[in-house]
Each structure stands twice: as structure tokens, then as C-alpha cells.
């Protein structure tokens, strides 16, 4: 019912920009928090960046000042615009999203992207 579909990924020279999209489509009454969370080869999952229905954001240490998470509600879309980019921030990069759709009968559910690849490289 429910889809969230990453894109804007790809690759890119050190000290790169990439801006990376989310939009989530299907039976959505609402969109609650939204994050992005990277993965990258052999290591474990961790949170990159977080923003609240209202606009409030939180980063990982390691995005502080050089990215930027926002989101377009009538859009039902976040971004992560990724600046001053380093081979380190190279990653499988998702989204998520707590969504009340009519499925969920007034539950919130956590939805999850595919994901779209980062590469940071010369």
C-alpha cells in the first residue's frame, strides 16, 4: 500500500555534492518523522539524519555542517542534501518514515526505502 522510493544517488569526487530524495506514495493519511540512515560494506547501519513533521532536525556527528535534511510535505518527500562530500560517507543510503495509512487503522507504521547507492571516489 505504502512505498517509499530513494533516487539522486550515484557517484562522486571528493569534495562532491549529491542530493538525495525520498518519496513515499500509496494510502497515506499522514507522515510523521522521517531519517536517513546509511550502511556501508562491512559495518553496521547507523542514522545519519532525522526531521520531525515540523521541520526539526537532528545529525550524526559525522554530517554535522555538511548536510542538510528537509522535507516538502505536500510532496510527501524528504531530501538529504550532501555537500563537501568524503569517501568515508560512501554507503547504501535509506530512508524511513512513520506513516498512518487506512491499513494501519489509526496506527503509526515504520516504512523503509530500498535504499540507492553513494559512492565517494576519484
Known amino acids: 500500500q505504502v512505498q517509499l522510493v530513494e533516487s539522486g544517488g550515484g557517484l562522486v569526487q571528493p569534495g562532491g555534492s549529491l542530493r538525495l530524495s525520498c518519496a513515499a506514495s500509496?494510502?497515506?493519511?499522514?507522515?510523521?518523522?522521517m531519517a536517513w540512515y546509511r550502511q556501508a560494506p562491512g559495518k553496521q547501519r547507523e542514522l545519519v539524519a532525522v526531521?520531525?513533521?515540523?521541520?526539526?532536525?537532528t545529525y550524526a556527528d559525522s554530517a554535522k555542517g555538511r548536510f542538510t535534511i528537509s522535507r516538502d510535505n505536500a510532496k510527501n518527500t524528504v531530501y538529504l542534501q550532501m555537500n563537501s562530500l568524503k569517501p568515508e560517507d560512501t554507503a547504501v543510503y535509506c530512508c524511513?518514515?512513520?506513516?498512518?495509512?487506512?491499513?494501519?487503522?489509526?496506527?503509526?507504521?515504520?516504512?523503509w526505502g530500498q535504499g540507492t547507492q553513494v559512492t565517494v571516489s576519484s
Open positions: 526531521i520531525t513533521r515540523s521541520g526539526t532536525s
Open positions: 500509496g494510502s497515506i493519511f499522514s507522515i510523521n518523522q
Open positions: 524511513n518514515a512513520w506513516i498512518t495509512t487506512a491499513q494501519s487503522r489509526g496506527v503509526t507504521q515504520l516504512f
